[in-house]
T-cell receptor, first 111, second 111 residues
């Protein structure tokens, strides 16, 4: 069961780039790395997913080094509305026991 | 809106009463998960269905909890003889490959 470690909280200012790193030393060969965003009183929302190297979509980039023991979610030019909790998950979701949320990183974007 | 619908959004019940929540997943997704989330924590896996078959149950799912997914469509989660410790957000997610689509959850308050 892959476990993840993320910073509990981070602060940033509007317009800055934010990088949140997640450690997952025990990642398995079949595991993907997925990041979710959650606002209060809402369910988590998929942001991005990757297996190796770099993935970019319209909202974020995900950097994964060759050993895959960590990953970094990069949010370009954050705004106040990006204030949320960000979760890093490692697993293949074919098993519920293997699709584990940690406590996440609480990002606060300040004006 | 992810396409996953949960009802009710909020439920207040007296200790000892039974409650039932409903989840309507995205129709073409055959995998459905239930999670429980308490304040300041990430979602915790409860159970998982592949079509109508309940394939996994977490040890968190005591015998007071039961889930069904008749005909592989909507799912229900029932809690019998509720306790104050059952107060939480109950989230449902349907999966497409390794991506989870969450509903907005049902917030249960046991008084």
């Amino acid at each position: 069961l892959a476990k993840t470690t993320q910073p509990i909280s981070m602060d940033s200012y509007e317009g800055q780039e934010v990088n949140i790193t997640c450690s997952h030393n025990n990642i398995a060969t079949n595991d993907y790395i997925t990041w979710y965003q959650q606002f209060p009183s809402q369910g988590p929302r998929f942001i991005i997913q990757g297996y190796k190297t770099k993935v970019t979509n319209e909202v974020a980039s995900l950097f994964i080094p060759a050993d895959r023991k960590s990953s970094t979610l990069s949010l370009p030019r954050v705004s106040l509305s990006d204030t949320a909790v960000y979760y890093c998950l490692v697993g293949d979701s074919s098993s519920g026991q293997n699709f584990v949320f940690g406590p996440g990183t609480r990002l606060s974007v300040l004006p | 809106d992810t396409g996953v619908s949960q009802n009710p959004r909020h439920k207040i019940t007296k200790r000892g009463q039974n409650v039932t929540f409903r989840c309507d997943p995205i129709s073409e997704h055959n995998r459905l998960y239930w999670y429980r989330q308490t304040l300041g924590q990430g979602p915790e896996f409860l159970t998982y269905f592949q079509n109508e078959a309940q394939l996994e149950k977490s040890r968190l799912l005591s015998d007071r909890f039961s889930a069904e997914r008749p005909k592989g469509s909507f799912s229900t989660l029932e809690i019998q003889r509720t306790e104050q410790g059952d107060s939480a957000m109950y989230l449902c997610a349907s999966h497409r490959n390794t991506e989870a689509f969450f509903g907005q959850g049902t917030r249960l308050t046991v008084v």
